[in-house]
């Protein structure tokens, strides 16, 4: 498997962890932490969203970090932005080893390689997932099984 279609599994793995998550959160539904799982899951969808737009422009995104969803509107956007960033990872005219420069939440200028951006992404995902299962073993609900070797061995 080549460099592209690796990163693509990997986004489309991480939609897939949205997805079944947002699915067991509101199959349980009120439960004490509910809210802090939404946030998180936009969290990691919003940072996602930043750095697509630190990628295609430098520009600064209007979407802050810790904005909160519906879970219907949330698996909306999680859905565009995911179609986003396949798609920009499957241009072969994008260059995956290109060096992206961009700003800060501090207006500080940094710079990154595009393949490095993709891996944080989805790494970020998986820390605040984990945080997400432990909210739910700690309100008593079994979580749902979204490690990456279930994904791939299918349901």
């Not at 939609?15 to 509910?34: G, Q, S, V, Y």
């Not at 960033?85 to 241009?91: E, Y």
Request: proline share 3%; hydrophobic share 40%; glycine share 4%.
């Amino acid at each position: 498997m080549e460099q592209r279609q690796a990163l693509q599994l990997l986004f489309t793995y991480d939609l897939w962890c949205t997805r079944k998550l947002l699915d067991h959160i509101n199959e349980h539904a009120p439960f004490k932490k509910d809210v802090a799982c939404l946030a998180f899951l936009a969290h990691i969808v919003n940072i996602q969203e930043i750095w697509f737009s630190r990628v295609i422009s430098t520009s600064f995104s209007e979407t802050e970090k810790w904005d909160e969803y519906k879970p219907g509107e949330l698996r909306k956007k999680a859905k565009k932005l995911n179609k986003k960033w396949l798609d920009l990872i499957g241009d072969h005219e994008v260059e995956l080893e290109s060096e992206i420069i961009f700003f800060t939440e501090k207006r500080v200028k940094k710079r990154a390689v595009l393949k490095d951006i993709c891996k944080h992404l989805v790494i970020h995902g998986e820390f605040h997932r984990g945080q997400i299962l432990l909210f739910l073993r700690n309100c008593d609900i079994k979580p749902p099984m979204i490690d990456y070797s279930a994904y791939r061995s299918g349901p």
